[in-house]
């Protein structure tokens, strides 16, 4: 028996078919009480046709490990998965290959299943969801509904990104870089109606409840950046010739003596109106020049540029003529699409007063006086200057009491406002959950009644989109044409769908009730089940999936569907495995590495560890598939002495004690600060002290292999199913509970301690471990006594680590 090798493939398959028949995961223990639950999830994948690759996997066996260690703990696990079917990826992905997208869906789903259950993962796959399912998509439907009922979903319509490509619009979110964040298109703009969701309605709730978040600061600070809280003033500035006021929003209304001109945003509502003939033609040519542009890029230019109007305001304080320009670096959705420009305070404002040869009055200096010429912009504080009655204050003083002095001369309001901009919320693609919105000539805009959800999306034959702006729901007039549900006259359904988002914002709650035809989810159900206590997933969705699903969850709260107001207690982001030289893994790249081989070749365990052992979890790490042979060796190397220990029924020796003791300390704390890859190197520097204790005793007692296979458990399942089987524990290893350390049996009895004679070493000692200074010394002066030749001037002991005698 002791010769028997590690068959991986043998004992992966035993355990597999015995957890199917078996499973692990149990709401009450053995005693029949209920236990505890603990909620792990998954960002759970979309289902392209590449299939998982290694990077895949890192995520999912993260959560597993953690989700495992949990069940050791006594917890009833949550840890469910599901398929974010929905939206650009599948329905691009089936128009390449020349398939329906249901039909590649569900063929992908198929694949990517079989790959997750290679993982041997503790997902309960009775929980399993789909977001194209009607069943599911009839609740992404109703939550839509209450929006709308309660004011938050609305149509507008307004220059959006828009991809060629994708031939759809896209929500600021999704444009990086200038660019569709699915397809990399360089984005334009298009005029489009669009339902739109108002998401700023919850902007200061958004932001105040991240500091209860037990969540990476990183992430946290990318969503109060994105909401981008302000406090500033609204002023109100009078147009030459006009009755019309220009209202703007300043964070900086200290400075508004040194505003020389003004900013609109080219789509702004008096733009063109304020172009005076000689003017006009420039004014029209650069408004539609800036409409091909997206709202990142006009961000991100480095050169501005602009066009005067040929009109002027009235700066309210001074009263001097201030000229109205237009820019693209002005966005009409952000406060109020017009700006005051005091180009001697701000770097951008003072590029432009260059660049077109307009006025700069310097209104704040470091000494109180002005220089005759500014070079740049002045952007410190400072003492107030050429600003009437406010001269000589201080200017940070300046900043907070100004909005409430301008306001009580009625010039303008004190205000706060937010960079969060209302969601687009439609899109124009066939492969989405239609919204449940009939138009009726006499009614306007009507919810679908909730009894007649889900709106089933129409099965056609021609879904590619049509470019023209309308979805290609749009041409099924069967489907188009229907009755209103108010008056009963003939009316049109909606016909852009939902985005990918939609499903994905909320799908975490559906899983522990899903099932449920009369509630999204139950009460009952969410008290016990809900929220989630730990998700993992990409850092790369803090501002889209994290933020929508916390301003859904917000939003359910109001209406009484959910008890909590917060869906994710914890987070944890998993860095990225990428390809040679940190090249993100692609299938067009051709550096997709698949699990299959190397589950076939190396074991599931294997692999699992080695997805932990490449770098710290949190950080990207680069796949290099030699290293897995290390990890594959430590399995074998823990399976013989197994093995060796078995036969020989060796007993317990203070050292296996103590060792016991310190892998159990070494691996939990490590499991429980998330340094997964610093916790397999532990089991090897443990095993590797085991296998040294049991060439001297002929083996390693029961107990610590029994704790060894536990503390291995969530690592490497199936191995530690067999050897806790192979220890004669006729339970799952999973029923054992996590072990527990006694600080006292970690500790040496006797430690060696170097002893030197002027730096230099002489001798090693062995002494207790909890020796005294003075008998420290004294052992260390007796065991060099004949080498000490001169006379003593120094005794230095340094606990637990050295002797140094200094001798004349």
């Given at each position: 028996?002791a010769?028997?090798?590690?068959?991986?493939k043998a004992?992966?398959k035993?355990?597999?078919?015995?957890?199917?028949?078996?499973?692990v995961?149990?709401?009450?223990?053995?005693?029949?009480?209920?236990?505890?639950?603990y909620?792990c999830?998954?960002?759970?994948?979309?289902?392209?046709g590449?299939?998982l690759?290694v990077g895949?996997w890192r995520g999912?066996v993260?959560s597993?490990?953690?989700?495992?260690?949990?069940?050791?703990?006594?917890y009833?696990?949550i840890?469910?998965?599901?398929w974010?079917?929905?939206?650009l990826?599948?329905?691009n992905y089936a128009?390449?290959?020349?398939?329906?997208?249901?039909?590649?869906t569900?063929?992908?789903?198929?694949?990517?299943k079989?790959?997750i259950n290679?993982?041997?993962?503790?997902?309960?796959?009775d929980?399993e969801?789909?977001t194209t399912?009607?069943e599911?998509?009839?609740?992404?439907q109703?939550?839509?509904v209450k929006m709308?009922?309660?004011?938050?979903?609305?149509?507008?319509?307004f220059p959006?990104?828009?991809?060629p490509?994708?031939?759809?619009?896209?929500?600021n979110?999704e444009?990086v870089?200038?660019?569709?964040?699915?397809?990399?298109?360089e984005?334009t703009?298009?005029?489009?109606?669009?339902?739109m969701l108002?998401?700023?309605n919850?902007a200061?709730?958004?932001?105040?409840?991240?500091?209860?978040?037990n969540?990476?600061?990183?992430?946290?600070?990318?969503?109060?950046?994105?909401?981008?809280k302000?406090?500033?003033?609204?002023?109100?500035f009078?147009?030459?010739g006009?009755?019309e006021?220009?209202?703007v929003?300043?964070?900086?209304?200290?400075?508004l003596y040194?505003?020389t001109?003004?900013?609109?945003a080219?789509?702004?509502?008096l733009a063109?109106?304020l172009a005076?003939e000689?003017?006009r033609?420039?004014?029209?040519q650069?408004?539609y020049?800036a409409?091909?542009?997206?709202?990142?890029?006009?961000?991100?230019?480095?050169?501005?540029t602009?066009v005067?109007t040929?009109?002027?305001?009235?700066?309210?304080?001074?009263?001097?003529?201030v000229?109205i320009?237009?820019?693209?670096?002005?966005?009409?959705?952000y406060?109020?699409g017009?700006?005051?420009?005091?180009?001697?305070?701000?770097?951008?404002?003072f590029?432009?007063?260059?660049?077109?040869?307009?006025?700069i009055v310097?209104?704040?200096?470091?000494?109180g006086?002005a220089?005759e010429?500014?070079?740049e912009?002045?952007t410190?504080?400072?003492?107030?200057?050429?600003?009437?009655?406010?001269?000589g204050?201080?200017?940070?003083?300046?900043k907070?009491?100004a909005?409430?002095?301008?306001?009580?001369?009625?010039l303008?309001?004190?205000?706060?406002?937010y960079?969060?901009?209302?969601w687009?919320?439609?899109?124009?693609?066939?492969?989405g959950?239609p919204?449940p919105?009939?138009?009726c000539?006499?009614?306007?805009a009507?919810?679908v009644?909730e009894e007649?959800?889900?709106l089933?999306?129409?099965?056609v034959?021609?879904?590619?989109p049509?470019?023209?702006?309308?979805s290609p729901?749009a041409?099924?007039?069967?489907?188009?044409n229907?009755?209103?549900?108010?008056?009963g006259?003939?009316?049109k359904?909606?016909?852009?769908?939902m985005p990918?988002?939609?499903?994905?914002?909320w799908y975490?709650?559906?899983y522990?009730?899903?099932?449920?035809?009369?509630?999204?989810?139950?009460?009952e159900?969410?008290?016990?089940m809900?929220?989630?206590?730990?998700?993992?997933?990409?850092?790369?969705h803090?501002?889209?999936?994290?933020?929508?699903?916390r301003f859904y969850?917000k939003?359910l709260?109001?209406?009484?569907?959910?008890?909590?107001?917060?869906?994710?207690?914890?987070?944890?982001?998993?860095g990225?495995?990428?390809?040679?030289?940190?090249?993100?893994m692609?299938?067009?790249?051709?550096?997709v590495v698949?699990?299959?081989?190397?589950?076939?070749?190396?074991?599931?365990?294997?692999?699992r560890?080695?997805?932990?052992?490449?770098?710290?979890?949190?950080?990207?790490?680069e796949?290099?598939?030699?290293g897995?042979?290390g990890?594959?060796?430590?399995?074998?190397?823990?399976?013989?002495?197994?093995?060796?220990?078995?036969?020989?029924?060796?007993?317990?020796?203070?050292?296996?004690?103590k060792?016991?003791?310190?892998?159990?300390?070494?691996?939990?704390n490590?499991l429980?600060t998330?340094s997964?890859?610093?916790?397999?190197?532990?089991?090897m520097?443990?095993?590797n002290r085991?296998?040294?204790?049991a060439k001297?005793?002929g083996?390693?007692?029961k107990?610590?292999l029994?704790?060894m296979a536990?503390?291995?458990?969530?690592?490497?399942?199936?191995?530690a199913?067999?050897?806790?089987?192979?220890?004669?524990h006729?339970?799952?290893?999973f029923?054992?509970?996590w072990p527990?350390?006694e600080?006292?049996?970690?500790?040496?009895?006797?430690?060696?301690?170097?002893?030197?004679?002027?730096?230099k070493?002489?001798?090693?000692?062995?002494?207790?471990?909890?020796i005294?200074?003075?008998?420290?010394l004294?052992?260390?002066?007796?065991?060099?006594?004949?080498?000490?030749?001169?006379?003593?001037?120094?005794?230095?002991?340094v606990p637990?680590?050295?002797?140094?005698?200094v001798?004349?």
């Open positions: 028996m010769n028997t090798p590690y068959n991986h004992i992966e035993k355990w597999k078919e015995r957890w199917e028949k078996n499973p995961n149990t709401k009450v223990d053995r005693d029949g009480k209920e236990k505890e639950k909620y999830l998954d960002m759970f994948p979309y289902p392209s590449n299939g690759h895949h999912y993260i597993d490990v953690w989700s495992r260690y949990k069940l050791q703990q006594g009833y696990m840890h469910p998965m599901g974010d079917a929905f939206g990826p599948a329905e128009i390449k290959k020349g398939v329906h997208p249901a039909i590649s569900e063929e992908n789903v198929r694949n990517i079989r790959q290679e993982i041997s993962a503790l997902y309960d796959w929980r969801v789909n399912d009607p599911f998509y009839k609740w992404t109703w939550i839509f709308f009922q309660e004011g938050l979903a609305y149509e507008k319509e959006i990104n828009w991809c490509s994708c031939k759809t619009g896209l929500a979110e444009v870089g200038g660019q569709c964040e699915r397809c990399g298109t984005v703009k298009k005029n489009l109606r669009q339902w108002k998401i700023t919850y200061e709730r958004l932001l105040a409840d991240l500091d209860g978040l969540w990476p600061e990183k992430v946290k600070k990318m969503q109060a950046d994105w909401i981008g302000s406090y500033g003033s609204e002023v109100d009078a147009i030459e006009r009755e006021k220009l209202t929003y300043t964070t900086r209304p200290d400075t040194g505003a001109f003004m900013v609109l080219p789509e702004h509502a063109k109106e005076t000689e003017t033609e420039a004014v029209e650069y408004i020049d409409s091909m542009k997206s709202n990142v890029d006009r961000m991100q230019d480095k050169e501005k602009g005067f040929g009109s002027y305001a009235i700066n309210p304080l001074n009263g001097e003529r000229p320009w237009l820019s693209d670096y002005v966005l009409v959705d406060g109020t017009a700006i005051m420009c005091v180009p001697a305070h701000d770097e951008r404002d590029a432009f007063a260059t660049k077109f040869g307009l006025p310097q209104v704040i200096a470091k000494d006086k220089a010429k500014l070079e912009a002045y410190e504080s400072g003492i107030v200057v050429n600003s009437g009655e406010w001269n204050m201080d200017s940070a003083v300046l907070k009491e909005p409430h002095m301008i306001e009580k001369r009625g303008g309001r004190a205000t706060v406002n960079k969060l901009r209302d687009v919320f439609s899109r124009q693609r066939y492969w959950e919204i919105i009939i138009h000539e006499d009614c306007g009507v919810a009644p007649e959800l889900p089933r999306l129409p099965e034959e021609s879904y590619e049509t470019g023209t702006g309308e729901l041409g099924i007039e069967e489907w188009v229907c009755t209103c549900p108010k008056c006259k003939p009316a359904r909606e016909t852009n769908t990918q988002w939609a499903g994905s914002s975490f709650l559906r522990v009730d899903n099932h449920n035809d009369e509630a999204l989810v139950s009460k159900v969410a008290s016990k809900l929220p989630v206590d730990m998700y993992i997933g990409g850092v790369e803090a501002v889209l999936h994290l933020l929508y699903s969850t939003f709260y109001d209406i009484g569907a959910v008890d909590f107001e917060e869906p994710f207690q914890k987070l944890f982001n998993q990225m495995i990428t390809g040679k030289n940190g090249i993100k692609s299938k067009s790249k051709g550096n698949s699990p299959d081989d190397l589950v076939r070749d190396y074991g599931c365990d294997s692999l560890m080695y997805e932990l052992f490449v770098g710290p979890p949190e950080l990207d790490a796949w290099d598939d030699r897995i042979d990890v594959n060796r430590f399995l074998k190397r823990v399976w013989k002495l197994l093995m060796d220990s078995k036969e020989a029924e060796v007993a317990a020796t203070q050292e296996m004690i060792e016991r003791h310190r892998l159990i300390y070494d691996i939990t490590r429980e998330f997964l890859n610093t916790a397999i190197s532990g089991f520097e443990h095993n085991l296998l040294e204790i001297k005793e083996g390693i007692d107990e610590t029994s704790v536990v503390l291995l458990s969530p690592f490497a399942p199936h191995m199913e067999e050897m806790w089987e192979q220890l004669g006729d339970t799952s290893v029923e054992a509970g527990t350390y600080e006292a049996l970690m500790k040496d009895d006797e430690i060696e301690i170097p002893v030197q004679i002027n730096g070493t002489k001798a090693v000692i062995s002494v207790p471990a909890e005294s200074k003075e008998d420290a004294l052992a260390g002066k007796e065991a060099v006594a004949d080498k000490l030749t001169g006379t003593l001037v120094k005794e230095i002991y637990k680590k050295i002797i140094n005698l001798q004349k």
